[in-house]
């Protein structure tokens, strides 16, 4: 029987390029917890923004073993890029992987069309000078509360994803995920923390939001571990610098 996600003995590697870690496991651990409910969704385009060594968009596609879904991934990081491809490959699974910024080349493209994005962003707090650049300290270097990259992420997930869209999104404690939730209500999504893990250095959250506007935001914590696609759909990416 396949794996359900990544092997991470086979995850590429690069020195520019973030390894899977906590934050990349608690992720996955969060799909899996909801793949249930994803395999039901019949997702038709899956993206992930900032898939770094490949280790989550290439679970995410084992994990949903659906023909017809296409899958994306987007890294500001060229390295990133060639990473995630072979990573892809070894493990026997697609994905168009692009080099921009956030899903810069993507926001008209797939606008209202994204049934399941997934991101790790960077969300450590640092110095605001670290911010935005294209090697592996931009992986991790969030600015202020580690909440620059993922304020400009979330406008954008919100245009991208379909009304049945679904955002997974990794956050830390510094990043006050309940304000982030209440940020998202108030553009009508409803939301709820998948995982919660905690490590030796940080306290990761989780977060699943979806449109919803009649329902309450949820800080619910479901999951609480220590450590110790049709053709019609496929042609919009044509004349993409894949």
């Excluded at 879904?69 to 699974?93: F, M, Q």
């Excluded at 993507?106 to 935005?132: A, F, I, Q």
């Excluded at 999104?169 to 009508?188: F, Y």
């Amino acid at each position: 029987m396949p794996s359900k996600i990544a092997d991470v003995r086979l995850v590429a590697s690069h020195p520019e390029v973030y390894e899977p870690c906590d934050d990349s496991f608690a992720l996955v651990d969060a799909l899996l917890a909801d793949r249930a409910n994803l395999l039901s969704h019949k997702p038709s385009i899956c993206l992930e923004i900032g898939c770094g060594s490949g280790y989550i968009i290439t679970s995410l596609a084992l994990m949903l073993e659906t023909n017809g879904i296409h899958y994306c991934a987007t890294d500001i990081n060229p390295y990133a890029v060639k990473t995630t491809s072979e990573t892809l490959r070894v493990h026997g699974v697609h994905a168009e992987v692009m080099n921009m910024d956030i899903a810069s080349g993507l926001e008209k493209r797939l606008s209202g069309l994204v049934d399941v994005l997934v991101v790790n962003p960077p969300y450590v707090p640092t110095p605001e000078y670290e911010v935005g650049g294209s090697g592996i300290v931009a992986s991790w270097a969030g600015g202020e509360n580690g909440r620059v990259v993922i304020d400009r992420i979330l406008p954008v997930a919100d245009n991208l994803l379909s009304e049945k869209g679904w955002l997974y999104m990794v956050t830390l404690a510094e990043n006050k995920p309940g304000q982030l939730c209440a940020l998202m209500k108030k553009k009508g999504y409803a939301s709820k923390i998948i995982v919660q893990r905690s490590t030796d250095e940080e306290s990761l959250h989780i977060i699943k939001f979806w449109r919803d506007p009649d329902s309450d935001v949820e800080i619910k914590k479901v999951a609480n571990v220590s450590k110790g696609c049709p053709t019609s759909v496929f042609s919009i990416f044509r004349g993409l610098p894949f």
